[in-house]
């Protein structure tokens, strides 16, 4: 099946540094990428939407300039975390999908990144 | 706008016991339902899904049925096992208004024990 991973696995980090997490999809070419956040024993939260070679789209509430998505090639999405602070420790997790004809294309989802800032 | 519902946990079982995890949706149109299921520290693994009305989408022993009368595609499995235990989530996409974006219910954390 179709795999996607998400690097690093974990980080801790400084107030006020900024962070970058990649997303790759490893034996498929993923058109879109989506970024989500889950905070402890809540659902998943979508932050945007990355269509390769444009910009992501950001969801109501989700600041675009703090939360940096770029999405330059067919296999790579990365999420900077600009300036963090501590509420912005959570479980980042992104989910890839690919162009496929006919129904529904599946998303596939990465490992997540636990981010934790200092 | 669309929306998914699930049964509050956490949910605790015995080994072999039977499981209903419920999950209702609000959605306009024909939207395509799922479960996923995420295990302690690891992102979302796809269990089952179904496309249109009557549908049953069956993994690992898991099935659920798409209703469209009920709104509803609730999660069932004969006799769960320890391995099982993780958090499960109901989620809905509608290609045709939103691009094939997931809506996520609120999740149900089980718990199997020996």
């Known amino acids: 099946g179709a795999v996607v991973s998400q690097h690093p696995s974990w980080v801790i980090c400084k107030s006020g540094t900024s962070v970058k997490i990649e997303c790759r999809s490893l034996?498929?070419?993923?058109?879109?990428m989506f970024w989500y956040r889950q905070f402890p024993k809540q659902s998943l939260m979508l932050m945007a939407t990355?269509?390769?070679?444009?910009?992501?789209?950001?969801e109501q509430g989700v600041e675009k300039d703090k939360f940096l998505i770029n999405h330059a090639s067919l296999t790579l999405s990365t999420l900077t975390v600009t300036s963090a602070h501590p509420e912005d420790s959570s479980f980042y997790i992104c989910?890839?999908?690919?162009?496929?004809?006919?129904?529904?294309?599946?998303?596939?989802f990465g490992p997540g990144t636990r981010l934790t800032v200092l | 706008g669309n929306s998914v519902t699930q049964m509050e946990g956490p949910v605790t079982l015995s080994e072999e016991a039977f499981l209903t995890i419920n999950c209702t949706y609000t959605?306009?149109?024909?939207?395509?339902l799922f479960w996923y299921v995420q295990y302690p520290g690891e992102g979302l693994q796809l269990l089952l899904k179904?496309?249109?009305?009557?549908d049953k989408g069956s993994n690992k022993g898991f099935e659920a049925t798409y209703r469209k009368e009920t709104t509803s595609f609730h999660l069932e499995k004969g006799s769960v096992q320890v391995s099982d235990s993780a958090v499960y989530f109901c989620?809905?996409?509608?290609?045709?208004?939103?691009?094939?974006?997931?809506?996520f219910g609120e999740g149900t954390q089980l718990t199997v024990n020996p």
């Open positions: 959605a306009t149109g024909y939207p395509s």
């Open positions: 989910s890839a999908r690919g162009q496929l004809a006919g129904e529904l294309n599946e998303q596939f």
């Open positions: 034996d498929f070419q993923a058109t879109t």
């Open positions: 989620a809905l996409a509608q290609p045709e208004t939103s691009g094939s974006r997931l809506t």
């Open positions: 990355s269509n390769e070679g444009s910009k992501a789209t950001y």
């Open positions: 179904a496309t249109k009305a009557d």
